[in-house]
């Protein structure tokens, strides 16, 4: 019987509960929990979200390596697990400080199954054994416990240890739903425990004792700079957790938020299906199935849907086919494309049909009268449109009831919708809907000339809300940049929008993007979108600036970001909502959830600048002369690490070069198949050379330079071509008889 089916084997064991420290063997709901308990506080902890004292560290999406710090009492220990195999888990703890003395503080693992079955403890096997249908877990532990004692659910087991303390022995027992071990940091400052899935009680206790004794299993580390992909990795994995009522996978928007027993927001999921594709193609296909999930029979898609509420009156800006654009360039995940294409062209179709009250083909923010949310029919519900809720931009927008939208026209949502348009259009042409792929088109034209005649106010030389029926509104955020993401703004928009850019009273500063310009009274406010920095925006713009060939800009913004993002993450493992635009501090005030997903979004720019795909340049490749290691990552050619070492860049697939150049520049619309190598160049300068080992010479059908021949050589088994003649946006391809 397995509980759980449709779990990958790579991912059984894993951390899968709210609880961060509690390993989880999914198909068959077997979970093996910590606690903790101090005699200095009398309080036992399971180590639950949100409750301050653990410091979340490094953690494979597999969940092959975990690691965290936890404080209880003011004893902290290092809580581990790693696998080497998908049916073992093996667990270690150490002490790092002591609060208390090492007796009376407490650790304890606890086997249990979902089902409530019965865990027995076999004294003469020194293991806990549950058996779910036919297959049996056990549990072992390099030092004997202390004492093993029964319960009927870990908060009992909790409850007994703050009435009872440790000086208790009338729950010893060797059956019951909860079997805990309990040892104390005394005798056992450190320890290591296993964990083993087999088909025969013996055989799983003689697995889970053998693993004891293999050494801790570590993975590949991933490494970018600062460790930009490495924290992209960690809050993607931690947030991984499994939504017990819809019975499947996701990435949440943050393990910490107490939202319920699952919460979806519809731009944040594809986010994180956006992150978690570096790493797990699997896992951004169940994120993108969760974010489209929410689709209504009207043909939007809610804009949350939890455990406790679903926002089916209003929607999110449409950002999902672009982030299904990104990870089909990046893993080739044609599958999302077709699974969530008919969802995402309702969606398109009901903003035009649902949010433009005069047809005047620009979109306003509202609340449909479907429903019983929390907001419904309010101007705070219609703000919920714009994902900006309390942002200065909508102060001076009227809720009208009859149209149940709000009386501006709002820039952000407006550049979304034309965006999503423009990929919609691609998706349908590569899902074979050529009459659909030129519908979208039109609406993404149409969409972009009404944004830049209506949305431009020439007075400010900038982008900004505008009444349906009158004035440009005062407060601005940097949506005004994104006219620049969906290809609206003109070039000489464009050139003025840079301007404000680098203007210190509204948006330059040492972090990025204040959500109020610094000259806007909603500035000082310093809460959510009122004066602070959030990741998604500055992603957003960041991709806009690429658009444009602004990459100077956007490397100094990706930069910026990672500065804001690097520190609280190395110094208090800190992935927030959003940033303090002064000081970059990330909890200087209540609001800020300090794990939240879309901070990921923040390093991985910082990726981004090494190795990035889009909709404009395909995948782009750049050598900026620094040194620099990222990766193995998912790309067209699988799992493959990006290397600049010595001036030299270098993309390797399973520890072979498939790639290196000494040129300083991008390396765009980069195509490895079997029977073509192409790529387009905007060098610094036309000089070294591109070597391609993988290339044997016999192959060589052709090398073509923008359709002409260009020369080459034959250089050990593969071929090198010289650069000195390539000019700027020269394109090279290379035809292989495969």
Same mark, same amino acid.
């Given at each position: 019987?397995?509980?759980?089916?449709?779990?990958?084997?790579?991912?059984?064991?894993?951390?899968?509960?709210?609880?961060?420290?509690?390993?989880?063997?999914?198909?068959?709901?077997?979970?093996?929990?910590?606690?903790?308990?101090? =005699?200095?506080?009398?309080?036992?902890?399971?180590?639950?979200?949100?409750?301050?004292?653990?410091?979340?560290?490094?953690?494979?999406?597999?969940?092959?390596?975990?690691?965290?710090?936890?404080?209880?009492?003011?004893? =902290?220990?290092?809580?581990?697990?790693?696998?080497?195999?998908?049916?073992?888990?093996?667990?270690?703890?150490?002490?790092?400080?002591?609060?208390?003395?090492?007796?009376?503080?407490?650790?304890?693992?606890?086997?249990?199954?979902?089902?409530?079955?019965?865990?027995?403890?076999?004294?003469?096997?020194?293991?806990?054994?549950?058996?779910?249908?036919?297959?049996?877990?056990?549990?072992?532990?390099?030092?004997?416990?202390?004492?093993?004692?029964?319960?009927?659910?870990?908060?009992?087991?909790?409850?007994?240890?703050?009435?009872?303390?440790?000086?208790?022995?009338?729950?010893?027992?060797?059956?019951?739903?909860?079997?805990?071990?309990?040892?104390?940091?005394?005798?056992?400052?450190?320890?290591?425990?296993?964990?083993?899935?087999?088909?025969?009680?013996?055989?799983?206790?003689?697995?889970?004792?053998?693993?004891?004794?293999?050494?801790?299993?570590?993975?590949?580390?991933?490494?970018?700079?600062?460790?930009?992909?490495?924290?992209?990795?960690?809050?993607?994995?931690?947030?991984?957790?499994?939504?017990?009522?819809?019975?499947?996978?996701?990435?949440?928007?943050?393990?910490?938020?107490?939202?319920?027993?699952?919460?979806?927001?519809?731009?944040?999921?594809? !986010?994180?299906?956006?992150?978690?594709?570096?790493?797990?193609?699997?896992?951004?296909?169940?994120?993108?199935?969760?974010?489209?999930?929410?689709?209504?029979?009207?043909?939007?898609?809610?804009?949350?849907?939890?455990?406790?509420?679903?926002?089916?009156?209003?929607?999110?800006?449409?950002?999902?086919?672009?982030?299904?654009?990104?990870?089909?360039?990046?893993?080739?995940?044609?599958?999302?494309?077709?699974?969530?294409?008919?969802?995402?062209?309702?969606?398109?179709?009901?903003?035009?049909?649902?949010?433009?009250?005069?047809?005047?083909?620009?979109?306003?923010?509202?609340?449909?009268?479907?429903?019983?949310?929390?907001?419904?029919?309010?101007?705070?519900?219609?703000?919920?449109?714009?994902?900006?809720?309390?942002?200065? =931009?909508?102060?001076?927008?009227?809720?009208?009831?009859?149209?149940?939208?709000?009386?501006?026209?709002?820039?952000?949502?407006?550049?979304?919708?034309?965006?999503?348009?423009?990929?919609?259009?691609?998706?349908?042409?590569?899902?074979?809907?050529?009459?659909?792929?030129?519908?979208?088109?039109?609406?993404?034209?149409?969409?972009?000339?009404?944004?830049?005649?209506?949305?431009?106010?020439?007075?400010?030389?900038?982008?900004?809300?505008?009444?349906?029926?009158?004035?440009?509104?005062?407060?601005?955020?940097?949506?005004?940049?994104?006219?620049?993401?969906?290809?609206?703004?003109?070039?000489?928009?464009?050139?003025?929008?840079?301007?404000?850019?680098?203007?210190?009273?509204?948006?330059?500063?040492?972090?990025?993007?204040?959500?109020?310009?610094?000259?806007?009274?909603?500035?000082?406010?310093?809460?959510?979108?009122?004066?602070? #920095?959030?990741?998604?925006?500055? !992603?957003?713009?960041?991709?806009?600036?690429?658009?444009?060939?602004?990459?100077?800009?956007?490397?100094?913004?990706?930069?910026?970001?990672?500065?804001?993002?690097?520190?609280?993450?190395?110094?208090?493992?800190?992935?927030?909502?959003?940033?303090?635009? =002064?000081?970059?501090?990330?909890?200087?005030?209540?609001?800020?959830?300090?794990?939240?997903?879309?901070?990921?979004?923040?390093?991985?720019?910082?990726?981004?600048?090494?190795?990035?795909?889009?909709?404009?340049?395909?995948?782009?490749?750049?050598?900026?002369?620094?040194?620099?290691?990222?990766?193995?990552?998912?790309?067209?050619?699988?799992?493959?690490?990006?290397?600049?070492?010595?001036?030299?860049?270098?993309?390797?697939?399973?520890?072979?070069?498939?790639?290196?150049?000494?040129?300083?520049?991008?390396?765009?619309?980069?195509?490895?198949?079997?029977?073509?190598?192409?790529?387009?160049?905007?060098?610094?300068?036309?000089?070294?050379?591109?070597r391609l080992p993988a290339i044997k010479p016999s192959s060589v059908v052709a090398v073509r330079l923008d359709g002409g021949n260009l020369g080459?050589?034959?250089?050990?088994?593969?071929?090198? #071509?010289?650069?000195?003649?390539?000019?700027?946006?020269?394109?090279?391809?290379?035809?292989?008889?495969?």
């Amino acid at each position: 019987m397995l509980r759980h089916a449709t779990i990958p084997l790579d991912r059984a064991w894993n951390t899968w509960s709210a609880r961060p420290a509690e390993m989880t063997f999914l198909p068959l709901g077997v979970r093996l929990t910590p606690l903790l308990y101090s =005699t200095r506080l009398r309080k036992a902890s399971l180590i639950a979200p949100g409750g301050g004292g653990v410091r979340l560290g490094a953690h494979a999406i597999d969940g092959s390596r975990v690691r965290m710090e936890v404080d209880h009492g003011g004893s =902290t220990i290092e809580l581990s697990y790693w696998k080497d195999d998908p049916f073992i888990v093996s667990g270690a703890w150490r002490t790092l400080t002591n609060g208390e003395w090492g007796l009376r503080f407490w650790v304890t693992i606890c086997l249990s199954a979902d089902g409530g079955e019965v865990v027995r403890y076999r004294p003469e096997a020194a293991a806990a054994v549950v058996k779910v249908g036919r297959r049996y877990v056990a549990l072992v532990s390099a030092a004997m416990p202390v004492q093993v004692t029964g319960h009927e659910n870990v908060a009992a087991l909790a409850a007994d240890f703050e009435a009872n303390g440790y000086f208790h022995l009338a729950s010893r027992a060797n059956e019951a739903p909860v079997i805990a071990l309990r040892f104390n940091l005394e005798m056992m400052a450190g320890n290591r425990f296993c964990a083993a899935v087999a088909d025969d009680a013996d055989i799983a206790i003689e697995r889970a004792r053998a693993a004891l004794n293999r050494p801790p299993f570590e993975p590949e580390v991933l490494h970018q700079g600062a460790g930009a992909l490495d924290a992209v990795r960690d809050i993607v994995a931690w947030n991984t957790i499994f939504d017990p009522v819809n019975r499947r996978p996701y990435t949440t928007v943050s393990r910490i938020w107490p939202l319920g027993d699952f919460a979806v927001w519809f731009n944040d999921q594809t !986010y994180a299906a956006l992150m978690a594709g570096n790493f797990d193609a699997l896992l951004a296909f169940e994120n993108i199935s969760v974010a489209v999930n929410g689709a209504t029979p009207e043909g939007n898609v809610a804009c949350i849907v939890t455990s406790k509420d679903a926002w089916v009156d209003r929607s999110q800006p449409p950002l999902t086919a672009f982030i299904s654009w990104l990870l089909h360039l990046q893993i080739g995940d044609r599958a999302s494309l077709v699974s969530t294409y008919f969802a995402l062209a309702r969606n398109q179709r009901w903003w035009r049909t649902h949010r433009d009250p005069d047809g005047s083909g620009l979109v306003s923010c509202g609340s449909s009268s479907i429903g019983e949310a929390l907001y419904v029919g309010t101007h705070f519900g219609a703000r919920n449109e714009s994902g900006m809720d309390n942002s200065a =931009t909508h102060d001076e927008a009227v809720w009208d009831p009859a149209t149940r939208t709000l009386s501006t026209s709002d820039l952000g949502l407006n550049c979304a919708l034309a965006l999503d348009a423009e990929i919609l259009s691609l998706i349908a042409a590569e899902v074979g809907r050529p009459e659909e792929a030129a519908e979208f088109a039109v609406l993404a034209e149409a969409s972009r000339r009404l944004i830049r005649e209506r949305l431009w106010d020439p007075e400010r030389r900038i982008f900004a809300n505008r009444q349906r029926t009158g004035g440009f509104v005062r407060s601005l955020s940097p949506t005004s940049f994104y006219p620049l993401l969906c290809g609206a703004a003109s070039a000489e928009q464009a050139e003025a929008l840079l301007a404000h850019l680098a203007d210190p009273a509204t948006f330059a500063g040492p972090f990025g993007l204040p959500n109020a310009t610094r000259d806007d009274p909603a500035f000082q406010d310093n809460v959510y979108w009122r004066g602070r #920095i959030w990741p998604n925006v500055n !992603y957003l713009v960041w991709h806009g600036l690429n658009r444009y060939g602004y990459h100077r800009q956007a490397r100094d913004l990706a930069a910026m970001s990672l500065r804001l993002f690097i520190n609280p993450w190395h110094e208090s493992r800190i992935a927030a909502e959003n940033y303090n635009a =002064t000081t970059g501090e990330p909890m200087d005030q209540p609001d800020t959830d300090p794990f939240y997903i879309w901070a990921g979004l923040l390093p991985l720019m910082a990726v981004g600048e090494i190795c990035r795909f889009d909709p404009w340049h395909g995948w782009t490749l750049v050598n900026d002369g620094r040194d620099v290691t990222l990766g193995p990552m998912l790309t067209p050619i699988g799992p493959a690490t990006v290397r600049v070492s010595e001036g030299v860049l270098a993309l390797e697939r399973a520890g072979a070069v498939v790639l290196q150049s000494g040129a300083r520049g991008r390396f765009r619309d980069l195509w490895i198949e079997p029977a073509r190598f192409a790529v387009t160049l905007d060098l610094e300068a036309p000089a070294g050379t591109l070597r391609l080992p993988a290339i044997k010479p016999s192959s060589v059908v052709a090398v073509r330079l923008d359709g002409g021949n260009l020369g080459w050589k034959a250089v050990g088994e593969g071929i090198e #071509i010289d650069l000195v003649r390539v000019g700027q946006g020269s394109r090279i391809t290379v035809h292989i008889d495969p």
